[in-house]
């Protein structure tokens, strides 16, 4: 039996040969920061058309089946369309477009939800392609480097990075674990699809319990093994492998920097 989160990709890695693969991992968490930033204080469907073709040219260049990535978006898209329509519904300028005795659509209800909606897709997009097209191992070398300034103010900048790696790594595996514990109960007469929101609540329990005892025995298990290995945190650790910034990393980052450039050069003067 197949549940929504069999289609969650967030946090997963696939492997290809691509340009984004090759990338450093400091040049895709910088480029994700500025796309997210420029993606957010622009509104002009210029600059959002220019966004979503940077998106998809960003895929092409990743080598990563659009089928399969939009297969992973379908829990997402219930997000996006619940925000979608509550600005639909919340916003009252712009012209009427429909009036009913229960409801009433503006215009500009359908322009607010629509940015928003869009701006919410593409940055999912970009930020599920982080870890797409990065290993765990890559990515908290790169988090580590990019917050090492903050190591002088006695941050223990290693162990955040490893946290927030640990934690990516494991969304998918605590979904996988969800999906068995639901699958398991309504093999056994369980049913979550019936009844008042009480009822629903209450039949969440079997699932919560069995799923919190699970990711502490996982967490166990894997505090064990690191210090069965002598991981003693960032004190005297070499690297055996060593982030390389390339050529194509900054060409990467000065394209991104002329976007924002254009985001903001539409957001002054229009």
């Keep these: 039996m197949i549940t929504i989160f069999d289609n969650v990709i967030i946090g997963q890695y696939v492997p290809r040969e691509s340009f984004v693969h090759r990338m450093d991992p400091r040049a895709k968490i910088i480029a994700i920061f500025i796309f997210m930033v420029f993606l957010f204080i622009s509104r002009h469907p210029i600059v959002l058309t220019l966004a979503a073709v940077l998106t998809g040219v960003t895929f092409l260049l ?38 009913l005795p229960w409801i009433t659509v503006y215009s500009g209800g359908v322009t607010e939800g629509s940015l928003i909606a869009l701006r919410l897709f593409l940055l999912v997009l970009m930020a599920s392609l ?18 090492k300034p903050l190591g002088a103010m006695g941050i223990p900048t290693h162990e955040l990075a490893l946290m927030m ?75 055996f492998r060593r982030l390389q910034w390339k ?24």
Excluded: C
């Excluded at 699958?183 to 929101?197: C, E, I, T, V």
């Design 62 to 99: 990743a080598n990563i089946p659009f089928r399969y990535y939009i297969k992973g978006m379908r829990f997402i898209a219930i997000i996006i369309l619940l925000t979608f329509l509550l600005h639909l519904f919340m916003t009252s300028d712009g012209k009427v477009l429909l009036d």
């Design 165 to 239: 790696s640990i934690a990516l790594r494991f969304i998918p595996t605590l979904l996988e674990e969800t999906s068995k514990i639901i699958n398991a109960q309504m093999a056994r007469g369980a049913n979550f699809s019936k009844g008042s929101l009480w009822t629903r609540l209450k039949a969440l329990i079997p699932i919560l319990v069995p799923l919190f005892i699970q990711s502490f025995k996982r967490a166990e298990d894997l505090a064990t093994a690191m210090e069965a290995r002598g991981y003693n945190g960032s004190k005297g650790r070499t690297k």
């Design 130 to 147: 982080l870890t797409l097209s990065t290993m765990p191992m890559d990515l908290t070398d790169g988090l580590e480097r990019l917050m």
């Design 247 to 270: 050529r194509k990393d900054t060409i990467a980052i000065g394209v991104l920097l002329s976007f924002a450039l254009i985001t903001v050069i539409f957001r002054v003067y229009t």
